[in-house]
């Protein structure tokens, strides 16, 4: 990890820019861009899992704030399988107390381990299906019919869905939706967005790099220092 320009500076700090808990209380946004492209598949997940894990941490923190005064921080995971350990069971039961909302997306249900799957299914509240393959359709079916068939989910359209609520603590009868297509974004507004970002949270590279190096220098020893005797046998 620390052979990579990219995860040296992030992980080798000693003191984080930002507060995770307060990005929760204060509902700040926080985007993380953990492209394998950039990245590579074992610093994408070591980074995904370290963020997460603080975030589920500032999360259980907020056991000094009242239930009714904790606020809903939404956290948007986007390819789930990649960031998730075995305590994903104990992490869907308890970030629900703590106003933590959770929506996990994945491409096909092959992706999670047999045990993170029951503890997924087992826990989560509403559910949609876009388009999927057959062996999904054969286990989804089960969450939505008789409404919709097996059929249904195999053929449906483009930027449609189908979808389950829990709605207090009562689960809908399955529905069809039609989401919005992609826009085009500003990338002026984004750009802008981003700069303001670095200058109020972000640190010079250079400085970042020059301070991990001062740490990692290894000290020699004092002129006059006592050597330990030679043992026998050894030159």
């Given at each position: 990890f620390l052979a990579n320009d990219i995860m040296r500076p992030i992980i080798c700090q000693q003191k984080s820019a930002f507060d995770f808990r307060k990005i929760m209380d204060e509902k700040k946004i926080l985007l993380v861009n953990l492209s394998k492209g950039k990245l590579g598949d074992v610093n994408s997940n070591l980074l995904g899992l370290i963020i997460v894990g603080k975030l589920l941490m500032a999360a259980l923190s907020r056991v000094d704030v009242p239930e009714?005064?904790?606020?809903?921080f939404y956290l948007y995971i986007d390819e789930f399988q990649s960031f998730t350990t075995e305590s994903i069971a104990t992490i869907l039961a308890e970030a629900r107390k703590y106003r933590l909302d959770l929506i996990i997306a994945h491409q096909f249900i092959g992706q999670l381990k047999e045990n993170i799957k029951d503890a997924v299914f087992g826990n989560v509240g509403s559910m949609m299906a876009f388009r999927v393959g057959a062996e999904d359709a054969e286990f989804l079916v089960k969450?939505?019919?008789p409404t919709f068939?097996?059929?249904?989910?195999?053929n449906i359209d483009n930027f449609n869905a189908y979808l389950k609520l829990l709605i207090h603590n009562q689960t809908s009868r399955p529905f069809n939706i039609q989401t919005s297509p992609p826009v085009e974004g500003n990338l002026e507004i984004a750009s802008k967005a981003k700069e303001f970002s670095r200058m109020k949270y972000g640190q010079d590279k250079a400085e970042v790099e020059k301070e991990i190096k001062e740490r990692s220098k290894t000290k020699t020893p004092t002129t006059g220092a006592t050597l330990p005797p030679e043992e026998p046998g050894f030159k």
């Open positions: 009714e005064k904790r606020s809903d969450q939505f019919e068939s097996e059929q249904d989910l195999l």
